[in-house]
């Protein structure tokens, strides 16, 4: 569950959006202009913001400029409308991180929405996180702040993928995470380069098995799917 902003003036598109992002299992809030929006922004945290740029008195634009200078790592994603063209390119030169054109597909939005979470990274939780089996083992701790993961009270020395590998994998433990969700998380990491070889992926999954082996927990290979962090050993 993702904790989520709606800003938008729309009332019934607002509603709209807001009653199928609770179906869908999300924390859901709303602001129906750029005060009320930043008002919420500055007192509670969202792990994700939907902002329509035609609002009144602040316009979403000047809106997006000053969530970037304030929350610069939290994920927007803006409406814009069929002919705002140039709307869409400021937009995203200005920090958002995705768009959709009105009007667009629920569906649609649910997806692109999900995809810019993931590349956030740990969206499901600020702080930390601790995993452990019933064995006993040295349970895993992560925190998205540091970041750091932990087996125990040791510090794992993991690099800039490893840990994004890592992140994924326990924010989404008990699920499949699939080739795509990781390779799409690589390849939003700054400073990496973007293409990489799929098999690649096998490789860091060994490492990272290794590094976890006295945690107790397994990575499986779902076939034709991706891949799971157990948090039960089978
Ligand atoms: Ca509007």
Redesign the pocket.
Known sequence: MSSLLII???ELLRDGLCAQLVQAGHSVMAAADGEAAQTLLETQRFDGVVL????PRIS?MDLLRWVRKRLPALPVLI?TARDGIDDRVQGLNAGADDYLTKPFDMAELQARLGAMLRRARLPAFGGSLELANSHGERPLRVDAHVPQAWLGDEALELTQREWALLSLLVTHAGRVVSREDVLETWQSEPGEPGALASNALEVYIHRLRRKLVDSGLNIRNVRGLGYMLETHAA
């Open positions: 938008e003036d729309d329509d740029l035609g609002l979403g409406l």
